[in-house]
């Protein structure tokens, strides 16, 4: 038999047998010395071990007074959902300032419609589209394409604007989306 590292050498079944033989002799070390230890090392006891021991070692003024205890754990939801208290209202404040500069995007929505391919295609400079909706319904007033609002055109020397008519109610909002 031949090393496959060393195709030159050959190996005979002495040097196998021996090279076993040591093999187990190491094993057998290893047991009778995990043996005397009384049990196998484990990494993650030794671990536990040591935390505990660093823990017990700790005075207790070195920990923080407003560390509870484990059995006095207070539950995740009282930090995430605070309960409301009289004061709470200057605290909602300032919590709404830091959402008073996110954009949004506001469309007034003057009238749909529906066309086909062909009708798209016969478009040109001039052409009138058809819109849903009547002359002086009021248009519908979009915050990140949600209606929120209705409202009336109005024109202020040569600009458009809209006047706030009514406000969507959350109801009449899922009403006038199943149209």
Same mark, same amino acid.
């Given at each position: ?6 195709? @030159?050498?050959?190996?005979? !079944?002495?040097?196998? &047998?021996?090279?076993?033989?040591? $093999?187990?002799? =190491? *094993?057998? /070390? ?6 005397? @230890?009384?049990?196998?090392? !484990?990494?993650?006891? &030794?671990?536990?071990?040591?935390? $505990?021991?660093? =823990? *017990?070692? /700790? ?6 007074? @407003?560390?509870?205890?484990?059995s006095e754990a207070k539950a995740a939801s009282d930090d995430v959902f605070r309960p409301l208290t009289q004061d709470s209202g200057a605290t909602s404040s300032? @919590? ?84």
């Amino acid at each position: 038999m031949t090393d496959p590292n060393k195709p @030159d050498e050959n190996i005979s !079944d002495d040097d196998w &047998a021996s090279a076993m033989s040591e $093999q187990e002799e =190491e *094993e057998s /070390t290893a047991a009778s010395s995990e043996a005397a @230890d009384g049990e196998e090392e !484990d990494p993650w006891a &030794a671990a536990m071990a040591e935390q $505990q021991a660093v =823990e *017990e070692e /700790t005075p207790e003024e070195d920990k923080q007074a @407003d560390d509870p205890p484990a059995s006095e754990a207070k539950a995740a939801s009282d930090d995430v959902f605070r309960p409301l208290t009289q004061d709470s209202g200057a605290t909602s404040s300032r @919590d709404l300032e830091m959402i008073m500069d996110i954009p949004v995007k506001l469309t007034v929505e003057l009238g749909r419609t529906k066309l086909t391919i062909k009708q798209l295609l016969e478009l040109a400079q001039g052409s009138v589209i058809e819109l849903e909706g009547l002359a002086g319904e009021p248009m519908d007033i979009l915050i990140n394409g949600y209606l929120i609002a209705q409202g009336e055109v109005v024109v202020i020397e040569d600009k458009y604007g809209i006047r706030i008519t009514e406000i969507i109610t959350p109801s009449e909002r899922i009403h006038k989306l199943n149209r």
